[in-house]
């Protein structure tokens, strides 16, 4: 109880509500930088995937038979310019659900998907731990790996050549931007 926390989601500020029921406990949500923006350029990546984190199902299931169809871009190393890739990107895997199950922890944010909504990737994604607190499937986002395989390509597919696509709204994004966590912080 002597120990105040402070959480970055919603999602853990619920788990250590209630593990540490008599503790202080607030919520200061991750900061996405303005950077994050959709410059509405072309989009030569049409599936973009760190392998980082990322699913068994994901990195050998998946990815190799949308390499079959599409243009897929694995990245297993640092990113110097995050938002320009992301702008350049159509569709964004991030399926981590299992990464955290391995290791007994959740996902305590998923601060990457966020930033691919921003830029207008769309985004198919495991909904697991903090990634709840944003994502809605069908409204914003797509849920992967929920019904099999072919199911997912067929979708992903689809969405490359969608002309409609989902978006995270600036009212959602503004809670994670600068000027409205340094409000929270004062």
């Known amino acids: 109880a002597s120990i105040p926390i402070i959480t970055v989601s919603r999602n853990t500020l619920g788990y250590w509500g209630q593990q540490a029921p008599n503790?202080?406990?607030?919520?200061?949500?991750?900061?996405?930088s303005d950077e994050?923006?959709?410059?509405?350029?072309?989009?030569?990546?049409?599936v973009l995937v760190q392998t980082r984190k990322s699913s068994e199902y994901l990195i050998k299931t998946l990815i190799p038979a949308l390499e079959k169809k599409?243009?897929?871009?694995?990245?297993?190393?640092y990113v110097e310019n995050l938002p320009a890739l992301f702008n350049r990107t159509?569709?964004?895997?991030?399926?981590?659900?299992?990464?955290?199950?391995?290791?007994?922890?959740?996902?305590?944010?998923?601060?990457?998907?966020?930033?691919a909504l921003a830029c207008g990737c769309q985004v198919f994604s495991s909904v697991?731990?903090?990634?709840?607190?944003?994502?809605?499937?069908g409204f914003n986002s797509y849920?992967?790996?929920?019904?099999?395989?072919?199911?997912?390509?067929?979708?992903?597919?689809?969405?490359?050549?969608?002309?409609?696509?989902?978006?995270?709204?600036?009212?959602?994004?503004?809670?994670?931007?600068?000027?409205?966590?340094?409000?929270r912080l004062r």
């Open 23 to 32: 503790s202080l406990i607030y919520y200061l949500p991750n900061q996405i």
């Open 36 to 46: 994050f923006t959709n410059l509405h350029q072309h989009r030569d990546i049409d």
């Open 70 to 77: 599409c243009k897929v871009l694995i990245i297993d190393s």
């Open 90 to 115: 159509k569709v964004y895997l991030y399926d981590s659900a299992e990464y955290w199950k391995l290791q007994g922890v959740s996902e305590g944010f998923g601060l990457q998907p966020m930033e």
């Open 128 to 137: 697991n731990g903090g990634l709840s607190d944003y994502l809605d499937p």
């Open 143 to 183: 849920k992967i790996a929920g019904y099999a395989l072919e199911y997912d390509v067929a979708k992903i597919l689809q969405i490359l050549e969608a002309s409609s696509t989902l978006t995270l709204s600036e009212m959602v994004l503004a809670e994670y931007r600068t000027e409205h966590i340094i409000h």
